[in-house]
């Protein structure tokens, strides 16, 4: 492909507000699970390859675009293709001004943790998950809050939260981002953690 040929047909990314909404929900609707497919396993798409996949594509794009949810970019870009134990540590990391982070299952359990402790880990990996349980009874009551992130304050002024709880779904499976201090979601390093999720899953599929 020419350079020209390339610059007209850029490759697509989600951005990590895109991310957001891709994976907001255990099963995603209709613009959600279009978004999710330009996380493929291998390398990113170009407009043209995804356009061509459906023809709803080509107005979910102009209002993802529009809303921030995707950008386009000229280089090629490849999934993450690591082992998740050592990647996760490292992925989450960037996510926090203090990198202090971990990732829990949607049912609390202790996945993967930087600057916590194991067992701080391990506590707040279970606080996310009852909040979880709170949020979802709470709805049952008839409150409109989604319980999908929260965060907490010591501070008085409450201008940076000291925990943050972010839930996120990946093919059907939750989980949980604890971030310690200021969260830095609107990151990259939130896309690829997804991305490398997403493939890591694909891979016995």
Not at 136 to 165: E, K
Not at 200 to 205: L, R
Request: some cysteine; overall charge negative.
């Amino acid at each position: 492909m020419s350079a020209s040929a390339s610059i007209d047909d850029p490759f697509l990314m989600l951005t990590p507000a895109g991310a957001l909404r891709a994976y907001a929900d255990r099963t995603p609707d209709d613009v959600g699970a279009a978004l999710q497919t330009l996380m493929p396993r291998g390398a990113a798409l170009r407009r043209s390859q995804w356009l061509a996949q459906a023809p709803a594509h080509r107005t979910i794009l102009a209002r993802a675009q529009y809303a921030g949810w995707i950008h386009e970019v000229q280089r090629e870009l490849r999934a993450p293709d690591v082992r998740l134990d050592s990647y996760l540590p490292h992925a989450i990391a960037g996510l926090s001004g203090t990198r202090t982070a971990a990732l829990a299952s949607d049912d609390g359990f202790c996945l993967a943790r930087v600057g916590y402790s194991q067992d701080e880990a391990e506590t707040l990996c279970v606080a996310a998950a009852d909040f979880f349980d709170f949020a979802a009874r709470q709805r049952q009551r008839g409150w409109t809050g989604t319980g999908r992130a929260v965060s907490f304050f010591d501070g008085v002024d409450m201008l940076l939260p000291t925990t943050s709880f972010l839930l996120f779904w990946v093919d059907g499976v939750g989980y949980w981002l604890i971030i310690g201090g200021e969260p830095l979601i609107n990151n990259t390093a939130f896309v690829e953690l997804i991305w490398g999720i997403r493939v890591a899953g694909t891979k016995f599929a």
